[in-house]
């Protein structure tokens, strides 16, 4: 099984401000990863995939990066929808697994 | 609009069983695989399971937790997937969504239901 692990696990950042989050494979995964938003009483909603493809209506302040064991997640200029928490997860091997997580909060 | 529906959840002592329901629509459900994620309290996302496609064979696979006690099913007649759990056990104790994507072999999940929490409890 792949490990995900994700730091740090929690971020706090100001309104405006840039937040970078990152995830680390305990083997290659490539380019398959992708990253979730969950906030309280939500289902998780799908923000990238392929490492760097923005999902339908996520906005473009959100970018994905990185190959083989290392990525990361950048929100550019946080605004207060997106204090939540962020997930990554692999898909190129069975089984699927994600990281813990890293909640985003408000400084 | 793709929508996923859950229901089933509830109380369940240990030991018991319970089937959760996931109403689909809005997609060509009889070609997408399907999946069952779960998220216990404080806890981060867990695969529970998939379900392929009948056209695909529609072999299952299972996390580690559902192992030898979860199955999984599907009636593409109906639009509907299944998880039976039996032997539960107190770190069953989460909230069950039913998900999927857009592609139809989905490895990563554009489309999630609203959750339904199973909690294992005397």
């Known amino acids: 099984e792949i490990v995900m692990t994700q730091s740090p696990p929690t971020l706090s950042v100001s309104p405006g401000e840039r937040a970078t989050l990152s995830c680390r494979a305990s083997?290659?995964?490539?380019?398959?990863l992708a990253w979730y938003q969950r906030k309280p009483g939500r289902a998780p909603r799908l923000l990238i995939y392929?490492?760097?493809t923005r999902a339908t209506d996520v906005p473009a302040r959100f970018s994905g990066s990185g190959s083989a064991t290392e990525f990361t997640l950048i929100i550019s200029s946080l605004q207060s929808e997106d204090f939540a928490v962020y997930y990554c997860?692999?898909?190129?091997?069975?089984?699927?697994?994600f990281g813990g997580g890293t909640k985003v909060e408000i400084k | 609009e793709v929508q996923l529906v859950e229901s089933g959840g509830g109380l369940v002592k240990p030991g018991g069983s319970l089937r959760l329901s996931c109403a689909v629509s809005g997609l060509t459900f009889n070609r997408a695989w399907m999946y069952w994620v779960r998220q216990a309290p404080g806890k981060g996302l867990e695969w529970v399971g998939r379900i392929r496609s009948n056209f695909d064979g529609g072999a299952t696979d299972y996390g580690e937790p559902g192992k030898g006690r979860f199955t999984i099913s599907r009636s593409d007649s109906e639009d509907m997937l299944y998880l039976q759990m039996s032997g539960l056990k107190t770190e069953d104790t989460a909230v069950y969504y039913c998900?999927?994507?857009?592609?139809?072999?989905?490895?990563?999940?554009?489309?999630w239901g609203q959750g339904t929490l199973v909690t294992v409890s005397s």
């Open positions: 392929g490492t760097s």
């Open positions: 998900t999927t994507g857009q592609d139809w072999r989905a490895l990563y999940f554009d489309f």
């Open positions: 997860q692999q898909y190129i091997n069975w089984p699927l697994t």
């Open positions: 083997q290659s995964v490539s380019n398959n």
